[in-house]
């Protein structure tokens, strides 16, 4: 079955960076997009980017647009988002979701999630 | 970006009762590229339905949606226990993808 398997709780100080990763099972890793999204404390959904597992392409929300950097490791069928330059308005659960892209459509919505990693930043 | 704004915040209703929320975008979405999704305390969301009306898999059938064009609805038609969730709605038409707020259903 398809599993999406995140790292484990950070707390990261202000002006610090934080990598999390998601391992991919129970299919072709390279066959579907990895997105991720955040949940802010008691917030909705936001989407904060996306990578390409076939050709390592990405593209990423404006809001963390240069802060934030997506790979894939396709050996270990494994994807990791960095994300500098932390402020407390990044305390956040963060997902990795699998990406079904549709044709026609300019987006994409997700299948299967990861279970979150909760990101706390202090000052 | 498309915005998109469901109604209302909260529901609150009992089990067995019908459940209806809306989401309405601020562009026309006329290809009906719009999902839902559920997403309990502690959990990942989870797919609901795609394409505006297709139930993921394994999604019972007292789940259903409707809509075209700016204003859609997800209608949970006998509220089970473990429905009691916040719910929301995704567009992906275009990038990049965009939420709703979410609406909270909860027990009255």
């Known amino acids: 079955q398809v599993q999406l398997v995140q790292s484990g709780a950070e707390v990261k100080k202000s002006g610090a960076s934080v990598k999390v990763s998601c391992k991919a099972s129970?299919?072709?890793?390279?066959?579907?997009?990895i997105s991720w999204v955040r949940q802010a404390p008691g917030q909705g959904l936001e989407w904060m980017g996306w990578?390409?597992?076939?050709?390592?392409?990405?593209n990423s929300a404006q809001k963390v647009q240069g802060r934030v950097t997506m790979t894939t490791d396709t050996a270990t069928s494994t994807a990791y988002m960095d994300l500098r330059d932390l402020t407390s308005d990044d305390t956040a659960v963060y997902y990795c979701?699998?990406?079904?892209?549709?044709?026609?459509?300019?987006?994409?919505?997700?299948?299967?999630w990861g279970q979150g990693t909760l990101v706390t930043v202090s000052s | 970006e498309i915005v998109l704004t469901q109604s209302p915040g909260t529901l609150s209703l009992s089990p067995g009762e019908r459940a209806s929320l809306s989401c309405r975008a601020s562009?026309?979405?006329?290809?009906?590229?719009l999902v839902w999704y559920q997403q309990k305390l502690g959990q990942a969301p989870r797919l609901l339905m795609s394409?505006?009306?297709r139930r993921a898999t394994g999604i019972p059938d007292r789940f259903s949606g409707s809509g075209s064009g700016t204003d859609f609805t997800l209608t949970i038609s006998r509220l089970e226990p473990e429905d009691f969730a916040v719910y929301y709605c995704?567009?992906?038409?275009?990038?990049?993808?965009?939420f709703g707020q979410g609406t909270k259903v909860e027990i009255e």
């Open positions: 394409s505006a009306s």
């Open positions: 129970g299919y072709t890793f390279t066959s579907y997009g």
């Open positions: 990578i390409s597992t076939y050709n390592g392409h990405s």
């Open positions: 995704q567009q992906y038409v275009t990038s990049p993808p965009t």
């Open positions: 562009q026309n979405i006329i290809t009906r590229y």
């Open positions: 979701a699998r990406d079904v892209a549709v044709s026609g459509a300019g987006g994409y919505y997700f299948d299967y």
